[in-house]
């Protein structure tokens, strides 16, 4: 049976969704992401990009190139239940839907013949819902595999929908640069320049033996995605590996009053998105950048997995400390690994703990209804403010 893919990527996500929750930014430049000076870039409507805006760029950069820009603090809590609701929709369309990102996913859409006339019709509706239900436009790319869905999204950005046939392949790849290749970055792209070839077409008709010498045995798998070949199937939900949270400050940090104020607001989050997701971990990773960009992780594995902001503070405080320092942070960075289904653990809980997790549903309820900011510990509020 002829495979299917569908790839759906939504367009400038973070910003469309802004857009729409704010109408005056119809029609706007609009740039999502760190306003700080060492903020960086996550997204820019299509009217920023216009002026050279684009994702990673830094914002000092992107303002400078568009000062009319409205640039935005990511709320990656709104993006989340965006994202939960795209997820909703396409899994109306397919069993099997592979998440790679929050606004992007592959559906294996193989035998639903009975159903569609023509798989394009398929990501025509996904299209359409998620338009009338959201209001947001995604781009789709229908081809037999994932590779050439991928690619096929992404050629008629934004609100696109491009088909590659099965026996259209060469033609549509032909053309094409070879960083379009999966796994081909600047690095390898820079080799390959060096003997004259630029584009899929070329690198798919030059000699592997060749080629090997420049860029090693990766040479075999690329040509074959060079052809249009790709086996991989459509994996359907990775399984979350870690959870973690970690900031980049304005300024770097030296007191151990701020460090632990930060490690606390992190406890607080991760512990938050663990019980969301009603998943509890048993290692626990501090990451630290310091000034000099010297990086050093620490991690423990506890004797019970957890979700209780209150052990994961004491755990990365304790790591923390364990790392020698003598200048100021950076970054820094707490994760959760590890991970399995909460109440999963065989140790009886203590009473203590069961007041304890009794009261993070009672809090995760409220800031549930009224927002995190509602509810905070009262460490975390700062008194200046
Ligand atoms: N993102 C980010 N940092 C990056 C790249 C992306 O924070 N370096 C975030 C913001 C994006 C979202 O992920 O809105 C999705 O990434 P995409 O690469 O799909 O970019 P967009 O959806 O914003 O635009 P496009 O229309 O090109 O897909
Ligand atoms: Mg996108």
């Known amino acids: ?66 000062p009319q820009a409205v640039c935005i603090t990511p709320d990656h809590r709104k993006y989340s239940f965006v994202s939960a609701q795209i997820r909703n929709i396409l899994d109306r369309y397919s069993p099997l839907v592979e998440p790679l990102s929050l606004d992007e996913a592959f559906l294996d859409v193989t035998g639903m013949d009975g159903l569609y006339a023509d798989p394009a019709d398929i990501a025509r509706s996904i299209k359409a819902d998620i338009k009338e239900q959201l209001q947001l436009t995604a781009s789709a790319g229908v081809a037999v595999n994932k590779f050439l869905a991928k690619l096929a999204s992404d050629l008629q950005k934004p609100d696109g929908l491009y088909v590659i046939r099965p026996g259209e392949e060469a033609k549509v790849l032909a053309g094409l640069p070879i960083r379009r290749l999966w796994g081909v970055g600047e690095v390898t792209a820079a080799s390959i ?10 690198f798919a008709a030059t000699d592997p033996k060749l080629l090997e010498g420049y860029i090693g045995r990766a040479v075999f798998d690329l040509q074959q995605l060079a052809r249009g070949i790709d086996d991989r199937p459509v994996v359907p939900d990775q399984q979350v590996k870690s959870i973690g949270n970690e900031e980049t400050f304005e300024e770097d940090l030296y ?54 902001d209150g052990v994961l503070y004491h755990t990365a405080k304790e790591l923390y400390k364990s790392i020698p320092a003598n200048e100021g942070i950076r970054l820094l960075g707490l994760t959760v690994s590890n991970l399995q289904p909460a109440g999963q653990s065989i140790a009886l809980f203590d009473s203590g703990q069961e007041k304890q997790e009794v009261l993070h549903k009672v809090v995760d309820g409220l800031k549930a209804r009224f927002g995190s900011a509602a509810v905070t510990k009262g460490r975390l509020i700062d008194p200046h403010k």
């Open 193 to 202: 320049a060096k003997l004259g070839i630029r584009t899929i077409g070329q």
């Open 255 to 308: 007191q151990w009053e701020e460090i632990e104020k930060q490690l606390l607001l992190f406890a607080d989050k991760v512990g938050w998105r663990l019980r969301k997701l009603n998943l509890s971990g048993r290692t626990v990773t501090v990451k630290v950048r310091f000034a000099s960009f010297r990086t050093v992780t620490r991690s423990r594995t506890l004797d019970e997995a957890t979700s209780l």
């Open 1 to 66: 049976m002829q495979r299917y893919i569908i790839h759906v990527d939504m367009d400038a996500f973070y910003a469309s969704i802004e857009q729409r929750d704010n109408p005056q930014l119809l029609g706007m430049p609009v740039i999502v992401g760190g306003l700080s000076n060492r903020g960086v870039v996550a997204t820019a409507s299509y009217e920023a990009r216009k002026f050279g805006v684009h994702s990673a760029m830094s914002m000092v950069e992107a303002r400078r190139r568009c």
